[in-house]
């Protein structure tokens, strides 16, 4: 995956990029080392590219010296009159590269990490020739490292002990409004939602998140005769054709909807009789945090990590074991059988849905980066015009099908 695509994590520093572009206390500089955009900051924050096009065509080992020395030169520039540096992801030597040159300048370092890593380098298909040993090496060096859920902090903690007092969690926010605003339109153009109960699913097609366990639920509870139901899958991913495949040999593909990528899911979210998250580790899921903020029924794994504190171990959905998708299967049986049990849980989420503003969110960040001791002293927010950062979003790997 490149920066600035819609996943997650990326949204999450987009979302924090533009709050601190505008806060009264900031001025922001963006480092997009990739250069591809799906989406891009609202905000007017400036932007610098370590990138240049045509390079990979070179022969190989030129075309990496290359791109290895125009990228460190570009962020030596992005970086020269930085007072921090926020990454908001760990992988490759843009990431050491980065670290290097912060150390050698003085310029404290905020790290963001957005998934754990013992599942990040465990999972099929990681290619990229990285290790969990060399991401841990370069957080030791950070002045402080935020976590976006308290699961992942407790455990990057048992790996770096002499750590463990820089390390905190500040879950993720959504911008409860906006939700609001979007749900409220039309489906989009093109998608027709089944005349039947229909789950939704969203997010990247690819193993992490566990849609053949959901289709394999769906099948079971079909097959069972418990009551037609549907589901819809929003993303694109290059799981895609094994997942249709997997449903046409279960004999559901006329009750499976793939729908794609969707530039607007919540008109679809909210008409469904709720969001299911299948995913086999997490960090934060957006898509869980979301189905919480609209107040529907929400069903999830207990994975690694996430969603249990999102549905507070329970209070606001159904919580079943990874890698179950007899329980899965139930959950949703349970759902529609009973669908009260988890509107009310719902209602109970959309009550107390502040917890997962934006805003929220903002603040938190706010006041952690104004604890982080500066080159020219500590800096408090009351005490100062501008504080600037410079975001460099490296690309998050992307875990491919398993093979």
């Not at 819609?6 to 900031?26: C, I, K, M, P, Y």
């Not at 463990?164 to 939602?193: C, F, K, S, W, Y």
């Not at 998250?277 to 999830?300: K, M, W, Y």
Request: aromatic letters at 6%; hydrophobic letters at 40%; glycine letters at 8%.
């Amino acid at each position: 995956m490149r920066a600035f695509s819609r996943n997650g994590g990326v949204l999450a520093t987009l979302d924090l990029v533009d709050h601190l572009e505008t806060s009264e206390h900031f001025r922001t500089r963006v480092i997009n080392y990739f250069g591809e955009y799906q989406t891009r900051p609202k905000s007017d924050v400036e932007i610098r590219e370590p990138y240049v096009r045509g390079l990979g065509r070179l022969p190989l080992g030129l075309g990496r010296r290359l791109v290895s020395r125009q990228r460190n030169r570009m962020l030596e520039h992005g970086m020269r009159d930085a007072d921090l540096i926020i990454m908001p992801d760990d992988w490759g030597v843009t990431f050491t590269a980065a670290f290097d040159i912060a150390r050698r300048r003085n310029i404290p370092i905020c790290c963001v990490v957005h998934i754990d890593l013992d599942n990040k380098f465990s999972a099929p298909g990681r290619r990229q020739p990285w290790t969990k040993e060399q991401t841990l090496a370069c957080y030791r060096k950070a002045d402080l490292i935020i976590c976006v859920s308290g699961g992942i902090r407790e455990r990057l903690a048992r790996d770096l002990p002499d750590r463990a007092d820089h390390i905190i969690a500040i879950q993720n926010g959504v911008d409860l409004a906006r939700i609001d605003r979007l749900a409220a339109e039309p489906l989009p153009e093109g998608t027709a939602l089944p005349d039947l109960p229909c789950f939704t699913a969203l997010g990247r097609l690819v193993w992490q998140k566990g849609f053949d366990l959901l289709i394999e639920a769906h099948a079971r509870l079909l097959a069972q005769g418990v009551e037609r139901h549907a589901i819809a899958i929003i993303g694109e991913g290059p799981d895609r054709a094994a997942l249709q495949a997997k449903a046409a040999a279960l004999g559901v593909a006329d009750t499976v909807h793939f729908l794609g990528y969707v530039e607007n899911p919540f008109p679809i979210l909210a008409r469904s009789a709720g969001l299911v998250t299948s995913s086999r580790f997490e960090g934060f899921p957006l898509s869980t945090t979301e189905g919480c903020a609209l107040g529907i029924p929400v069903i999830s794994t207990t994975c690694n990590y996430g969603p249990a504190e999102i549905l507070d171990h329970g209070r606001y959905g159904a919580l079943v074991p990874v890698e179950d998708p007899q329980a899965l299967a139930r959950a949703m049986q349970d759902h529609l059988a009973h669908p009260e049990t988890l509107r009310r849980r719902a209602a109970a989420s959309f009550r107390d849905r502040q917890r997962l503003s934006a805003e929220y969110c903002h603040a938190r960040y706010e006041a952690a980066l104004a604890g982080i001791p500066l080159r020219n002293g500590r800096m408090r927010v009351e005490e100062n015009a501008k504080l600037f950062p410079v975001v460099v979003p490296l690309p998050e790997p992307q875990v491919e099908g398993q093979p």
